[in-house]
């Protein structure tokens, strides 16, 4: 009897802890609904959607944001077509390509006619979407992105950090990706024209100092400026004409510091002369020969200006790679910054005149001295003839200001924001892309 009452008991016990959990399990929920229903992650429907939806419509998203692999963020929106109608842009082209999904190294792109944003609205099925930021931040997002949809009503959707978001039309991800590479491309190929240019003139002030017993380094900058003009006249770059160009700017720099010491090292006397103050003069011009001051200046310059070139090629390289180099391409353009406000070349009148300006002083007291031409000869032809040295050093670096307005370019296009446009297509590899007119 007493076994038959502990069973009915256990019996009773386990049907209430039934009742109980699924009590529980009902109340909160924890079975999903068996309805066909897609339910928002919001109350608001008509705003929101859910991020991890694989079918989300392109035309029902205002703006998305992509994150780069470290840490980054660029959104990007619509632009109001009504507003900017007139607002023109340029197509990056690529020849002989269909699309960015084909887009090699040896594909020469190019900018095509200005249109405006009205007549690109015409022709965008799927929307027109508007980044602004420098180059060498929009290639942070080349390794690889994960987007989050910012929907109608710029109402972020609920969820927790960033998810990977596959439109309908096309994944977000590899919009930023493929705009880069073009707009990479396109600068990193145009940069090169721009020094290929600037070398044949580096070239022939080369030749004007080959009459020097320099030789040796005067060959070696020839050399350098000769395998430049090859790097930058290539279809194809890759990893070892960046160590070109490192090498050869290393090259440039000890030439540029021996000539530099050569310079700074210098002292311009005469002996002076009681009466025949237009030979003291002219001893002085011959000292200024003897101390090679007008051939220090113009290695100085030359190897200052080559080194610069060879900083800006390797970034030109590193703009056709494309992917990976943001933080290398970032890196150079402190280096460029620094370069232009205080490399010799850049600054080559203020030293010419540091240099100058003590034989011009001796000079001018010589000069003072000489109150009887009988005497003290014609002192005034003598003086011109000091002052035809500093012209000469002068008209050899006056002739390059193409210099640094190729430099003033590059920084500007990588460290200042860039409109860009995205026209996206049905895949990527039809998308569109264009930048701001800035000559409209």
């Known amino acids: 009897m007493p076994t038959e009452i502990i069973i009915t008991f256990l019996l009773l016990l386990f049907v209430a802890i039934t009742f109980a959990i699924t009590r529980i399990i009902k109340n909160n929920n924890w079975f999903?609904?068996?309805?066909?229903?897609?339910?928002?992650?919001?109350?608001?429907?008509?705003?929101?959607?859910?991020?991890?939806?694989?079918?989300?419509?392109?035309?029902?998203?205002?703006?998305?944001?992509?994150?780069?692999?470290?840490?980054?963020?660029?959104?990007?929106?619509?632009?109001?077509?009504?507003?900017?109608?007139?607002?023109?842009?340029?197509?990056?082209?690529?020849?002989?390509?269909?699309?960015?999904?084909?887009?090699?190294?040896?594909?020469?792109?190019?900018?095509?006619?200005?249109?405006?944003?009205?007549?690109?609205?015409?022709?965008?099925?799927?929307?027109?979407?508007?980044?602004?930021?420098?180059?060498?931040?929009?290639?942070?997002?080349?390794?690889?992105?994960?987007?989050?949809?910012?929907?109608?009503?710029?109402?972020?959707?609920?969820?927790?950090?960033?998810?990977?978001?596959?439109?309908?039309?096309?994944?977000?991800?590899?919009?930023?990706?493929?705009?880069?590479?073009?707009?990479?491309?396109?600068?990193?190929?145009?940069?090169?024209?721009?020094?290929?240019?600037?070398?044949?003139?580096?070239?022939?002030?080369?030749?004007?100092?080959?009459?020097?017993?320099?030789?040796?380094?005067?060959?070696?900058?020839?050399?350098?400026?000769?395998?430049?003009?090859?790097?930058?006249?290539?279809?194809?770059?890759?990893?070892?004409?960046?160590?070109?160009?490192?090498?050869?700017?290393?090259?440039?720099?000890?030439?540029?510091?021996?000539?530099?010491?050569?310079?700074e090292s210098s002292t311009v006397e005469a002996k002076k002369q009681l009466l025949n103050k237009a030979k003291e003069l002219r001893e002085l011009g011959i000292s200024i020969d003897d101390n090679e001051i007008n051939l220090s200046i113009k290695m100085c310059y030359q190897s200052s200006a080559l080194s610069e070139k060879c900083k800006v090629a390797e970034l030109a390289v590193r703009l056709k790679q494309g992917s990976g180099q943001a933080q290398f391409i970032a890196e150079l353009s402190k280096a460029l910054k620094v370069m232009k406000s205080e490399a010799f070349h850049h600054n080559a009148q203020q030293y010419i005149e540091e240099h100058y300006a003590p034989v011009i002083e001796k000079s001018e007291r010589i000069v003072e001295t000489a109150k009887i031409p009988v005497v003290h000869g014609n002192v005034s032809v003598e003086k011109e003839n000091l002052l035809r040295r500093k012209e000469s050093v002068i008209d050899f670096v006056d002739d390059d200001a193409s210099a640094s307005i190729l430099v003033e370019n590059v920084l500007q296009l990588l460290c200042e924001p860039k409109e860009t446009i995205i026209m996206l297509g049905a895949t990527s590899e039809e998308q569109r892309f264009f930048i701001l007119d800035n000559d409209d």
């Open 32 to 263: 999903p609904k068996s309805d066909n229903k897609t339910d928002s992650l919001t109350h608001n429907s008509e705003d929101c959607f859910d991020p991890l939806r694989s079918d989300i419509a392109i035309s029902e998203v205002e703006s998305f944001t992509l994150k780069s692999i470290t840490g980054e963020e660029i959104t990007l929106t619509r632009p109001n077509a009504k507003q900017l109608a007139d607002r023109k842009y340029k197509e990056v082209c690529i020849r002989s390509a269909a699309g960015i999904g084909q887009v090699t190294q040896g594909i020469m792109p190019m900018l095509s006619q200005a249109q405006t944003l009205a007549d690109l609205a015409k022709v965008a099925p799927n929307g027109l979407f508007t980044a602004t930021a420098p180059i060498q931040d929009l290639m942070k997002y080349a390794d690889g992105t994960v987007g989050s949809i910012v929907l109608r009503g710029k109402t972020i959707a609920e969820h927790s950090g960033f998810a990977e978001v596959a439109l309908k039309v096309v994944n977000p991800a590899s919009v930023i990706g493929g705009t880069m590479q073009a707009m990479a491309l396109i600068s990193g190929q145009y940069y090169m024209d721009e020094i290929s240019k600037q070398l044949r003139g580096v070239s022939q002030k080369l030749d004007k100092l080959i009459g020097f017993h320099h030789d040796e380094k005067i060959g070696i900058l020839r050399n350098i400026k000769k395998e430049l003009s090859e790097i930058v006249s290539k279809a194809n770059v890759d990893t070892g004409d960046i160590i070109a160009c490192q090498s050869m700017g290393k090259q440039c720099g000890e030439i540029y510091f021996e000539y530099l010491t050569r310079l």
